[in-house]
């Protein structure tokens, strides 16, 4: 969990040189969910989802999901001054953006426990509120071997706008058993 928030200060660092403004993390929640626990972390949503799956490659296996919601997503877009109109500019955006932070997290886990990993290009898929578990669960499978990671993170633009996406990381238990003592 210290490593994933790590991760998520290298992001807003990485996104304040992209946007040319000041973002921080404000808040970062993780809760390790094993598996066949309950998914009570996910927050509810409503609207329709902007959700970045990244596939997670080398030593450690697992894929990650950045969830926006529509208001989130135009916080973005207000940040960097991208009109709604422009929806492909706007989805390429969005993809950099989980190239920004779900890469700060890999590089922060692959720094911190001595493991070659990387993400891929990310895929964005544009859905339901209401369709969001059962999306995520048909991609995580039944996967015993790997254990879900809920983050629910804050950041905030200069000193006004705010944003909260969820991030979901299913990963290989692998992971912990490189975790040090």
């Known amino acids: 969990m210290k490593i994933m928030g790590a991760g998520f ?6 996104f304040s040189t992209l946007i040319n403004k000041n973002v ?3 808040k970062c929640n993780s809760v390790r969910i094993r598996p066949g626990a309950s998914w009570s972390a996910f927050a509810e949503e409503s609207g329709h ?6 596939q997670i490659i080398g030593d450690v296996s697992g894929k990650s999901f950045l969830i926006f919601n529509d208001d989130e997503s135009q916080e973005i877009f207000k940040a960097v001054n991208l009109r709604r109109s422009n ?12 190239n920004i932070i779900s890469a700060s997290v890999i590089a922060e886990m692959a720094n911190a426990l001595s493991l070659e990993i990387y993400g891929d ?3 964005l898929v544009r859905m339901p509120a209401g369709e ?3 999306f995520v669960s048909k991609e995580l499978g039944n996967d015993s071997s790997s254990s879900v990671i809920f983050c629910n ?4 633009f200069d000193e006004c706008d705010t944003i909260h996406p969820q991030f979901v990381w299913s990963l ?5 058993d490189a975790i040090p003592v």
């Open 9 to 14: 200060e290298r992001a807003a660092r990485s």
């Open 24 to 26: 921080r993390v404000t």
């Open 49 to 54: 989802l902007y959700v970045l799956v990244t």
């Open 87 to 98: 929806d492909a500019l706007n989805e390429a955006f969005l993809m950099e953006i989980d």
């Open 121 to 123: 290009v990310p895929a």
């Open 132 to 134: 969001l578990r059962s």
């Open 153 to 156: 993170t804050s950041f905030k």
């Open 172 to 176: 290989s238990n692998r992971i912990f």
